[in-house]
């Protein structure tokens, strides 16, 4: 969330926006629904703050309110579902609320069944949203229309005036569209792109302005014809040409002539206002001043005559167009712009080191986090193929982090809606030319297609320090747009990256699951397969002729799976994977195949913990000596066949003169008790990685009682 946030103010964003709730227009995620932990809204309040400007918050529910706010959110988008406590507390706090009422008057184009039965019920609460806010006394309410779905509908945005009357008198819906909207925006501070002052009428002040034909005080439906009505817009005229007495300014003074009808513009308002026209009760002339400047789409809606814009005749010209003279009101464009990247993609950020989402500032403070876990667990090594290790193990390696040794793939590769594509098919595609997602600026992934791309990506990572390349040859668990049957990339595609690989001296693996998928890449090159839950007889036979590794992961139905939703397309291609465990082993036993031990452990730092306990269920269809053998010396042959690209000179597996002296000392016999490795923490009571100690609990210069 940090580094997300800190990317959007770097672009030059005026502010942040997150998604804390659920929303009308998304598909998977109910208006209850709270989204965002505490943890990661301070973490974007945080970078709003160091820059001086703010958080805004899309949500509808009090709960999710309470929870931004809480956090240091200033500003709630919507709040349709907001409750009396939750509004009140909104008031003591000065909390914004920006809410829409015209957006939901109508469905949009393409909305779902379910999308319209959360419109409808957002559009049933602003009934009581206003009617609290009106009994509370509650008025920093700005003025927007959220109306972006459906270009036939943005017409419709200037309905948002008298849509408000069922609520507010026409003089409090002017404010909120310009003056109390105009102090909303202000709070970007140095962020404000536009700089000078809004909402008053002074010099320095920015001086955007309408001339309506008709009074909106008596009549405001005349805002929804803008076309017809707005006799006169002017925008950015620069402060520093004029004076708000109508006379130049000193060096600027060759350009003040253009810019007169501004000056007398706000010179007749205030005139105007000394005639006493009503504002419900306001001074008319402070009202005015407030409502002053700050949007248009046109420099001239133009039913005037240009040789009225001389100095003195603004009034006359009003009068003879039946025309009121108004600051500009900023008819349904006033919304906080959506920073997809604030919203998006953030909301993953709560797993273990290993996970793909994680920048490379994040990444290292969970392997300083972690580090001491995953040491514990040294009885095994630890292939990286899960991405974004190589920053952590750069600082292992060097003595920063206490960890395992790591040996890394780099980026995965995989192909467009592959199970390493991470972008959204509504936001992100079609790709250009050249366009990298941010989960590639990370590392996380490497997106080809072709031969050519994949080739290219392959010798990427070997530049940066992988010691073998990983490709996703077919569907996955947790991604959302690539089913568990399809077969992902051609041979031709697989086959560029093993021989780019082979180059180097080292080797390809893939993530497959499926009988097509394991045998279209062992066809390509491949030299490992990871996973392969659903593989059948035939695809046995095959890893086998071809020499081929293994590694399987005994993932099944228990306290370690992953959880996703009841009844999600993820929830369901897991289990489809689970229940092919049990039959992936047999024939792993059957054909003597070479298999390797792997967690596949990553959204979850609990689970990261519970890795031995994961090691120790193997006895399912091992031995406890086959277990062990499999976590340490078969796991070993596997990683050297990175052969020259293996990043630790030396043998392992072995108890050998020149072998790599990483040992562990156990707390009894794994071999009668294998559940003693479920807890490392306290049954490994020795633990040394390069000849060095990095634990040691026996009790010394004491005997003990043999067992």
Partial sequence: ????????????????????????????????????????????????????????????????????????????????????????????????????????????????????????????????????????????????????????????????????????????????????????????????????????????????????????LEDISILTKPEENLALIMKDVPHQAVGVDGHPNGPCSKRAEAFEPVLHVAHDIHEHAAEGASWDGDSHGDAIRLL??????????????????????????????????????????????????????????????????????????????????????????????????????????EGHLPGPRIWSAGANISQTSGHGDFRSPHHDLPRADGDIHWSEQLKATAIADGADEVLRRTREQLMRGASHIKLMAGGGVASDFDPLDVTEYTEAEIHAAVEAASAWGTYVTVHAYTPNAIQSAIRAGVKYIEHGQLADEASAKMIVEKDIWWCLQPFLK????????????????????????????????????????????????????????????????YTPAEVLRMATSTNAELLALSGPRNPYPGKLGVVAEGALVDLLLVDGDPIANIKLIEDPAKNFVVIMKDGKIFKNTIERNQPREPR
């Fill in 292 to 397: 002053f400047v700050f949007h248009t789409e046109e420099k001239y809606a133009g039913r005037i005559d240009h040789k009225d814009h001389h100095r003195g005749n603004w009034r006359g010209l009003a009068k003879r167009h039946s025309a009121t003279l108004y600051p500009h009101i900023a008819y349904g464009q006033v919304r906080q712009r959506h920073h997809r990247r604030a919203h998006a993609h953030c909301a993953i950020d709560r797993p273990a080191a290993n996970h793909p989402f994680r920048g490379p500032e994040l990444l290292d403070a969970a392997g300083r986090k972690g580090g001491g876990r995953h040491v514990d667990a040294r009885f095994y090594f630890r292939a990286g193929c899960r991405r974004q290790y190589v920053r952590l193990k750069r600082a292992i390696d």
């Fill in 558 to 621: 228990d306290e370690d799976m992953l959880r996703f939703p009841e009844g999600s397309a993820n929830q369901k291609k897991q289990l489809q994977m689970i229940a092919g465990t049990d039959n992936a082993y047999k024939l792993a036993k059957k054909y003597k195949i070479k298999t390797a031990f792997g967690t596949d452990t990553l959204f979850d730092a609990k689970l990261a913990s519970r890795q031995g306990a994961q090691l120790a269920k193997l006895v399912r269809w």
């Fill in 1 to 216: 969330m940090l580094r997300a946030a800190r990317d959007n103010l770097r672009r030059g964003a005026s502010q942040i926006k997150i998604a804390v709730g659920g929303g009308t227009g998304s598909e998977s995620d109910p208006l209850d629904v709270t989204e965002f932990s505490p943890e990661e809204i301070r973490a974007a309040v945080q970078a709003a703050n160091d820059w001086n400007t703010y958080v805004t918050a899309h949500v509808y529910n009090s709960a999710g309110i309470r929870r931004a706010i809480e956090n240091g959110v200033i500003c709630i988008e919507h709040g349709n579902l907001v409750d009396e406590p939750t509004l009140q507390l909104m008031k003591e706090q000065g909390i914004w609320l920006s809410p829409q009422v015209s957006v939901y008057t109508f469905h949009p184009r393409g909305f779902t069944e379910d999308q319209k039965r959360k419109h409808d019920q957002a559009f049933a609460g602003i009934d009581n949203m206003f009617k609290t806010a009106k009994k509370i006394g509650f008025d920093k309410i700005g003025f927007g229309t959220d109306i972006i779905t459906d270009p036939e509908k943005f017409k419709a945005a200037s309905e948002e005036f008298v849509h408000r009357t069922k609520w507010f008198t026409p003089a409090e819906i002017l404010k909120q569209a310009t003056s109390t909207t105009a102090q909303l925006l202000a709070l970007s501070g140095p962020r404000n792109p536009y700089p000078g002052k809004l909402g008053v009428i002074e010099e320095g002040a920015l001086a955007d302005i309408l001339l309506i034909n008709g009074n909106p």
